[in-house]
Every structure is written in C-alpha cells, then in structure tokens.
C-alpha cells in the first residue's frame, strides 16, 4: 500500500528540491532584478555606482513584477480587510481586476496566499505549480496503464519541461495548464467507467479542472460549450448509473 505513493513522494520531494535556493538561501521565484535594473527612479538612485544601470538577468519576464505579482497582492488584501477586490486603482485611472482574467481573483489555490509574509506565500503559490503538475500527469499516465516508472518520468517531463520552467514565475499560466491531465483523467474515467462510483466525483474534477484553466486559455464562447460538454458528460455518467 505504501510503495503506491512512493512515486507521488518523490515526485514532491524533487518538486522541493528545485527550489531549494529559497529554502536554503532566501531567493523567491519573482525577476525583482528588473525593477532596479530597468525602471526609474530605482535606476536614478543607483546611478552612481552603476553608470550603465544594474545588471539584471532577462528583461522579457518582466509582467510577474509589473502585472501578476501587484494585482494578487491587491486582491489578496482586499479580501482580508473584507471587500471584493473588483477595482484596481492603481492602473491608469483604475481598471477592473476582478475581470481581468489574469488576476485570477477566485481561484481557490488563491487561499495559500493569505499566509504571512506575502512573498513567501507567493513562492509557495509557485511551487504548487511544479507539484500538482507532476501528480496529476502521473496520475494521468498510470490510468492510461503505463508503470509507474514511465508514469513516474511523464510527470517529471510535464512539470520540468521547457513549457513549465519558461512561465514559472507568472503564476497565472502554468495554474491553468496543470490542470489539464486531471481533465483527460476525469474524462477517461466517465467515458470508460460510467457505472463505477468514482465517475460522479470525476464529472466534479471535469467541471472544476474546467472553470480554473478558464481562467486564461478559454473565451467566453468556448466556456460555454465547454459547459454544454461538462453537461453531456454528466448525462452519461447517469445513464450509466
């Protein structure tokens, strides 16, 4: 029983240990060298020790600084002192952040950011990432009768590719697409086990797996056909029953 998980534990544990940096040296998964290295007046203050401004590693990562980071502090705090964080009045004149889709304002991993200090609990927002998209591809894999070695390596491909270490840091993409092994799971199972039990908590991960990857790849007329899927997925499971 317990060597059925141990590929699961491995899986989290590597997940750990890609980050060891911030565990071990305090570093956080955000290009906050770009601030100081491209925007004034931080590169005013530091002129004189840097003429040619500070060095900074990629000046193409630069939205989880300007853009995902601020907008999930902002709703972060403003559930905590009990408001809706509909407004965000710190873009132009103010603009919508609980419909811009980027703020991901009621995605529920959006629980682990309430932890102190917020940057911490950033990081480990973004360590989630890696996680559940090693576990779930996994878990995808073994469904499709693969052993658990080459389930156990897909979930380290999934979660460690170029795809997943490109957008780390954002926060918003890769929460949308680790969700998608649990989907095609969710789906085999209705689909090749409509009488079984689990079927009804798969239409639930189907539906939920859903509406969080909605909140960047998917429009709104795509959510409604996804909808009417979820829909018919669910009048299968129960002519199966």
């Keep these: 029983m317990i060597k059925k998980y141990i590929p699961i534990f491995l899986l989290g544990l590597i997940s750990l240990l890609f980050y060891w940096q911030f565990f ?4 956080v ?27 900074f590693k990629n000046f193409l990562i630069t939205d989880p600084v300007r853009q995902q980071y601020p907008w999930k502090k902002l709703t972060i705090e403003s559930f905590k002192n009990l408001k809706i ?4 009045p ?9 419909a811009n889709f980027q703020s991901g304002v009621f995605y529920p991993f959006n629980l682990v950011l309430f932890l102190n200090p917020f940057i911490n609990s950033w990081t480990l927002f973004v360590i989630l990432q890696t996680f559940l998209a090693s576990i779930f591809m996994y878990l995808f894999l073994r469904n499709l009768k693969l052993d658990e070695y080459s389930s156990f ?6 979660a460690f590719g170029g795809f997943f270490t490109t957008w780390l840091e954002w926060g918003t993409v890769l929460h949308t697409a680790l969700w998608l092994p649990l989907i095609l799971l969710s789906i085999d ?4 086990y409509p009488k079984d ?7 639930f991960s189907f539906r939920f797996s859903i509406n969080e990857s909605a909140i960047i790849f998917i429009d709104s007329k795509a959510d409604s056909g996804v909808s009417g899927c979820a829909s018919r997925l669910d009048e299968i499971a129960q002519m199966g029953s």
Aim: aromatic residues 20%.
């Design 24 to 27: 071990l040296k305090g570093f």
């Design 29 to 55: 998964p955000v290009p906050l060298d770009t601030i100081v290295g491209l925007y004034h007046p931080y590169r005013d203050f530091y002129r004189q020790d840097y003429p040619s401004g500070i060095p």
């Design 85 to 88: 964080p509909s407004w965000n």
């Design 90 to 98: 710190y873009s132009f004149s103010g603009t919508p952040n609980a």
């Design 153 to 158: 390596l897909g979930g380290l491909i999934f």
């Design 189 to 192: 199972k209705i689909f090749h």
């Design 197 to 203: 039990k689990s079927s009804k908590f798969s239409i």
